[in-house]
């Protein structure tokens, strides 16, 4: 008599019955292990843990045959094995400044980079939005990384003006308007020029900033100043006299003297040469080596000339510009003997406007004017321009409306304007410019400044002189 289950197939419920043929299903070890608590034969889970195990040591023995030189441990990725396009976005977060004094030479790929003109482009449009610079090229001549660097260093310079600036003013020394003043050897003296015929020389970098000297240094009112060198500048005054100054162990001396039959209003100088306008309408020129006697003059203008420069070629003065009371502007080829330009009316065309230029600044290639009426002008002096010595904008400069740009300087970085309603402004040198920053003097009146390294030298309408001196490098 069989029993019941003697003749069951079951293997499952037999120790020595044999399994049966199937098509195997591997199975992630993870899946696998959480399937393990479903077995309760402990044959069948002997034989999934021996699965798991070897699956373990052939993992193990595919990490070990990775190549030495691709492990973690010894993989390291650099800027130089960064795609280009990834690169350059890490430079967005470093100055310009420092790509160009340390990146560029870390190696040859780097500087390669970093040597592309569009790249700097690209960054100036991408941070301003505008046309820089407001002049259109000519001959490619922009230098581009120059002035990438200047326009953010001026930027975060006078962005926070509190903390990378140093100012300092005196109102004790001239006893009335001072009217000319002048950065000389790289920023590092300052020489102020008054209505009280004195001039004073100040050492930028002591310690606690003071004259170096004093003196009488003509008998009417002092209105131009012009460096010569690190140690020597021109002065004009309305006692009809020009003078040239040598600063010598703390002391002022008086070499040549040039005069005139009318006062002197401004004065500009290159090697060998000598420009003065005066009262008359005049503008003389003299060669220093030839006497007292002036090489030239000639007549550009109907009223007093106010402010002139000269232009170069080949470091010799070839061109003077000069503005006056009569509304224009001049332009005199000294090679050729005549005038280029006259008549070219600045401000408003209203005949009944009574605008008229009142200072002038030339630099990196742009000449800028400002008027009696808050207006500031750009000139295209651009030597191979179609359009040189045209007007090419004119600008609302943002001081109090109808007051007088009383002077103005700018370079790569920056336009500095000052007013005769006490305030000064620094907006950037772009076919629109936008304001930086905009302050107000210890002066009623800005009469003059000048802008050299980075150092801003004012002097006002009474008798005040303001210094703003960098105490810091940018940060990087």
Request: hydrophobic share 35%; proline share 5%; net charge negative.
């Amino acid at each position: 008599m069989s029993l019941p289950g003697d003749n069951e197939t079951e293997t499952g419920n037999h120790p020595h019955s044999e399994k049966p043929h199937c098509t195997e299903t591997k199975m992630d070890p993870l899946e696998q292990v959480d399937c393990a608590s479903d077995f309760t034969d402990e044959t069948d889970k002997c034989f999934l843990s021996m699965s798991i195990d070897s699956e373990e040591q052939s993992l193990h023995q595919e990490i070990c045959e990775i190549p030495p030189d691709l492990c973690p441990e010894t993989l390291r990725i650099t800027l130089t094995d960064l795609p280009t396009e990834v690169f350059l976005q890490v430079c967005s977060y470093l100055s310009a400044r420092l790509l160009m004094q340390t990146m560029r030479l870390v190696n040859k790929r780097l500087n390669e980079i970093l040597s592309d003109d569009f790249i700097w482009r690209s960054r100036i449009f991408k941070r301003w939005r505008q046309v820089y610079p407001p002049l259109p090229a000519v001959n490619n001549c922009v230098n581009w990384k120059a002035a990438c660097i200047n326009l953010e260093e001026q930027q975060e310079r006078w962005s926070n003006m509190q903390s990378t600036m140093k100012h300092l003013s005196w109102r004790d020394l001239h006893v009335a308007s001072i009217d000319a003043i002048m950065l000389i050897n790289r920023g590092a003296l300052c020489v102020s020029g008054s209505r009280d015929r004195s001039l004073a020389v100040w050492d930028v970098n002591a310690s606690n900033p003071c004259p170096i000297t004093h003196i009488e240094a003509h008998k009417g009112w002092i209105w131009g100043l012009a460096a010569k060198s690190d140690s020597s500048f021109y002065t004009c005054s309305w006692d009809c006299t020009a003078k040239l100054w040598t600063l010598e162990d703390g002391r002022l001396t008086a070499s040549d003297t040039f005069k005139s039959k009318t006062a002197m209003l401004c004065v500009a100088c290159k090697p060998n040469l000598v420009a003065v306008g005066s009262f008359d309408k005049r503008v003389l020129l003299w060669d220093p080596r030839s006497g007292s006697k002036p090489i030239h003059s000639y007549t550009p203008h109907r009223r007093a000339v106010l402010k002139l420069c000269l232009l170069e070629e080949s470091g010799i003065a070839d061109t003077v510009v000069s503005i006056s009371e009569d509304q224009t502007f001049a332009v005199w080829d000294i090679r050729a003997g005549k005038l280029l330009k006259e008549n070219v009316k600045i401000g408003p065309s209203d005949p009944e406007s009574t605008a008229f230029p009142m200072c002038m600044s030339l630099n990196s290639d742009m000449l800028y004017i400002g008027d009696s009426k808050n207006r500031l002008h750009l000139v295209d002096p651009r030597r191979d321009s179609p359009t040189r010595f045209e007007i090419i904008a004119s600008y609302d400069a943002g001081h109090k409306d109808q007051c007088k740009i009383t002077a103005v300087r700018h370079g790569l970085g920056c336009v500095i304007t000052g007013s005769s309603d006490g305030t000064v402004r620094v907006s950037t040198p772009t076919h629109h410019p936008e304001l930086i920053t905009s302050f107000t003097t210890v002066g009623t009146e800005v009469a003059a400044i000048d802008f050299q390294h980075g150092i801003l030298a004012v002097g006002c309408t009474n008798c005040a002189v303001e210094l703003w001196i960098p105490t810091q490098d940018i940060p990087t």
